[in-house]
């Protein structure tokens, strides 16, 4: 088994789960901005998180429920899990963005990911707080992986990382295999691979022997 941990917002989504809720805020524009800055490492990603979340101080329930609804997974995201866990690997979320749209982007996709850790938005008389909570704000993915692979006891060799910005560079860095998705400049150095879409991230995990090959499609006139 191997413990293969993947970022969310920019990975597995194209969604960014902090622009959904500031388009509803009226903040697009100043969320864009701190959230780039961070993906390229100019900002930390605790000072950005804080930042953002309280550009979305009273945002209320409703604009908050329908944000989250909009968030999905990449074409052949859902597929992929199912046969990483088809292959008996366990496969975690690790991500700074809200595990409210994790969860309903996996239930929209019909699949599940063995262990989620992700942040939260605390909200109060119906309407964000601005403020923000969870183990991935001062927290670091890398500690999380090494975590979560002791307590399954699987060894770091056998872990596999995919991410895209600078917050991932830390489990991208302590992982047996690291791989990039459209990965930012600073962070395609700490890659072993880069790929650009689901089907091509399946193919490099074939190609280094994490997941089983797929039989050939069978022709329809046979």
């Known amino acids: 088994m191997s413990l293969v941990a993947f970022d969310f917002d920019g990975t597995l989504s194209d969604s960014e789960m902090t622009v959904l809720l500031a388009e509803r805020a009226g903040v697009a524009d100043e969320v864009a901005e701190i959230t780039e800055r961070a993906m390229n490492d100019e900002l930390s990603y605790a000072e950005s998180l804080y930042r953002r979340a309280e550009l979305l101080g009273g945002l209320d329930e409703e604009a908050v429920a329908a944000a989250f609804d909009e968030v999905a997974l990449r074409p052949g995201a859902g597929r992929l899990i199912e046969r990483l866990q088809a292959d008996g690997h366990h496969v975690a979320v690790l991500t700074g963005g809200f595990?409210?749209?994790?969860?309903?982007?996996?239930?929209?996709?019909?699949?599940?990911?063995?262990t989620i850790v992700a942040n939260r938005l605390p909200m109060a008389e119906g309407a964000l707080t601005g403020e923000v909570e969870g183990p991935l704000i001062e927290g670091t993915k890398d500690d999380a992986l090494e975590s979560l692979a002791a307590d399954l006891d699987v060894p770091m060799e056998a872990t596999v990382a995919v991410g895209d910005g600078a917050n991932d560079l830390p489990m991208l860095e302590v992982a047996g295999l690291a791989i990039g998705f459209v990965p930012k400049p600073a962070v395609r150095t700490a890659?072993?691979?880069?790929?650009?879409?689901?089907?091509?991230l399946g193919k490099a995990l074939e190609g280094y022997g994490v997941l089983s090959e797929r039989p050939p499609e069978r022709d329809a006139s046979e």
């Open 99 to 114: 595990e409210r749209g994790v969860d309903r982007a996996l239930a929209k996709a019909g699949v599940e990911a063995d």
């Open 191 to 200: 890659c072993d691979a880069v790929v650009a879409s689901m089907a091509r």
